[in-house]
């Protein structure tokens, strides 16, 4: 009977070794939309006289494993796809390792931004794992207002 116990204990402190293992190295967020991803910030830019210069897209992403973003990111305007150079940094820490990615929207896919009906950003890890998410629609009215300005 204590064999019994002995090899049910560690069975199940194996499962549980290699359970969170697998939960620390791998990322399971589940989410229909960008915005519940990660944290964002959309900022537009303007010129003296008013006019729309750019705008940028800062990205936090929180992860648990030591993944680095890849400097490069595609966005989505009703489907037509843009491809940019992005800007990344990543701090590491003991808990949770964040990677920040920064675009610049080029200025030609700013006048498509305005009328968009879906938009969509994906970006990539080294590890092979790219996220691929829509932003909502909420959350899109709230960029467009903002080029508006």
């Known amino acids: ?8 204990g560690i069975f199940f402190m194996l499962v549980g070794v290699f359970g969170i293992s697998y939960t620390w190295n791998h990322d399971h967020r589940k989410t229909e939309f960008l915005e519940e991803y990660a944290k964002l910030e959309f900022v537009s830019a303007r010129d003296e006289f008013g006019n729309l210069e750019g705008a940028n897209l800062s990205l936090w992403d929180y992860r648990f494993d ?4 890849l400097n490069k990111a595609i966005i989505f305007i009703d489907g037509v796809p843009w491809e940019i150079e992005a800007a990344t940094r990543q701090t590491l820490s003991k808990s949770q390792n964040e990677n920040k990615l920064f675009i610049q929207f080029p200025k030609l896919s700013l006048r498509d931004m305005l009328t968009a009906k879906e938009f969509r950003l994906k970006f990539y890890y080294d590890n092979g794992q790219s996220i691929d998410l829509p ?10 207002r903002k080029l508006r300005w």
């Open 135 to 144: 932003l909502g629609k909420k959350e899109l009215i709230v960029w467009q």
């Open 66 to 69: 030591k993944a680095q973003l």
């Open 1 to 8: 009977m204590r064999k019994i116990f002995f090899v049910i």
